[in-house]
């Protein structure tokens, strides 16, 4: 039986809780009964420090991760609504190597053969991944659909509900909220927040708010500076 992966997860609000019952139930239906072994999560809150949730410790800040044994693996969640552009710097201060990031996906979601996923992707329950499509490194999946031939790029959280349309193109570090619709072969520019139940029908320039039905450019995406705050 081989040795389950020693992993730490980043951030330790809703979605690294989540990410840790995702884990839960890989390890249930396991063949080997035990894929993953969580040593703790890393966070930069200091208030959650020393507390555990569901029996894993909250170990301390983000640049604890070279603190830890060289076979320690990650996974990110950290990348609220407020600052998920920020994701790609968060992880490059935290100083851990790419091929130290591992893929944690429920055992429900769908993914098609021909799609290719990054390191690091986080997928939940019920999620579908369609054919040819491509999903960049970091990216969180939570039970949406990504249709045939759609382009997800690095660092992007796509929230409980969505639907890409085929052909697609998501761009860096864009934050797509709960329930919304993107038509097919549109573009999501880098750093775009699409609001929750908004329908996309045009592309979306890079660093803006979309939201309403359609949706209609609101204001800048990185006006907000709440660094810590998830959900």
Same mark, same amino acid.
């Given at each position: 039986?081989?040795?389950?992966?020693?992993?730490? #997860?980043?951030?330790?609000?809703?979605?690294?809780?989540?990410?840790?019952?995702?884990?839960? +139930?890989?390890?249930?239906?396991?063949?080997?009964?035990?894929?993953?072994?969580?040593?703790?999560?890393?966070?930069?809150?200091?208030?959650?420090?020393?507390?555990?949730?569901?029996?894993?410790?909250?170990?301390?800040?983000?640049?604890?991760?070279?603190?830890?044994?060289?076979?320690?693996? @990650?996974?990110?969640?950290?990348?609220?609504?407020?600052? @998920?552009?920020?994701?790609?710097?968060?992880?490059? $201060?935290?100083? #851990?190597?790419?091929?130290? @990031?591992?893929?944690?996906?429920?055992?429900?979601?769908?993914?098609?053969?021909?799609?290719?996923?990054?390191?690091?992707?986080?997928?939940?329950?019920?999620?579908?991944?369609?054919?040819?499509?491509? #999903?960049?490194?970091?990216?969180?999946?939570?039970?949406?659909?990504?249709?045939?031939?759609?382009?997800?790029?690095?660092?992007?959280?796509?929230?409980?509900?969505?639907?890409?349309?085929? $052909?697609?193109?998501?761009?860096?570090?864009?934050?797509?909220?709960?329930?919304?619709? #993107?038509?097919?072969?549109?573009?999501?520019?880098?750093?775009?927040?699409?609001?929750?139940?908004?329908?996309?029908?045009?592309?979306?320039?890079?660093?803006?708010?979309?939201?309403?039905?359609?949706?209609?450019?609101?204001?800048?995406?990185?006006?907000?500076? +709440?660094?810590?705050?998830?959900?």
């Amino acid at each position: 039986m081989m040795s389950p992966t020693k992993l730490a #997860i980043l951030g330790a609000g809703g979605p690294g809780k989540d990410t840790l019952g995702i884990i839960d +139930d890989i390890n249930k239906r396991s063949e080997n009964k035990r894929e993953f072994n969580c040593i703790g999560f890393l966070d930069n809150d200091k208030s959650k420090w020393g507390k555990s949730i569901h029996g894993v410790e909250v170990l301390g800040p983000v640049e604890k991760a070279s603190d830890l044994d060289s076979d320690v693996q @990650f996974v990110n969640t950290i990348g609220g609504p407020s600052y @998920f552009w920020k994701i790609p710097d968060i992880i490059s $201060e935290a100083g #851990i190597a790419d091929e130290r @990031f591992v893929s944690v996906i429920h055992p429900d979601a769908y993914i098609a053969e021909s799609a290719d996923l990054g390191r690091g992707v986080i997928v939940y329950s019920d999620s579908c991944i369609y054919e040819n499509a491509i #999903i960049g490194n970091h990216v969180m999946v939570k039970d949406a659909r990504i249709s045939h031939d759609d382009k997800v790029s690095d660092y992007t959280r796509i929230e409980g509900g969505t639907c890409i349309a085929g $052909e697609s193109t998501i761009g860096e570090a864009c934050y797509l909220g709960m329930n919304c619709t #993107i038509r097919g072969a549109t573009t999501v520019e880098d750093q775009a927040l699409v609001g929750m139940g908004a329908v996309v029908v045009d592309d979306v320039p890079a660093k803006t708010v979309v939201a309403g039905v359609p949706a209609r450019e609101m204001r800048k995406s990185t006006e907000s500076d +709440d660094k810590y705050s998830d959900i």
